[in-house]
């Protein structure tokens, strides 16, 4: 039996990353475009989006939405 888990996302302040991790499923592939990499699982369903560089000033500019959007959608979110 799968177990479906929440999504989640994640902003961490010293590598300047953003994930949004979908599942736990471990990544097989990646598409990178520009700072921009999704990863695939071993069956082709997107497991992960990074956001590299992602500046955090314009990340607290909008962070009362995504907390907004986060807590709407049901999505575990954090900032580290």
Do not use: H, T, W
């Not at 475009?33 to 500046?55: A, P, Q, T, W």
């Not at 962070?63 to 709407?72: C, G, N, P, Q, T």
């Amino acid at each position: 039996i799968m177990s479906k888990s929440k999504p989640k996302i994640s902003y961490d302040k010293e590598s300047q990353v953003m994930s949004i991790e979908l599942d736990k499923n471990k990544s097989v592939d990646s598409d990178v475009s520009g700072n921009v990499v999704i990863d695939y699982d071993k069956n082709g369903k997107v497991s992960r989006i990074n956001f590299y560089e992602f500046n955090f000033d314009n990340f607290r500019a909008g962070l009362k939405a995504i907390k907004e959007f986060a807590k709407k959608s049901d999505i575990a979110f954090s900032v580290k």
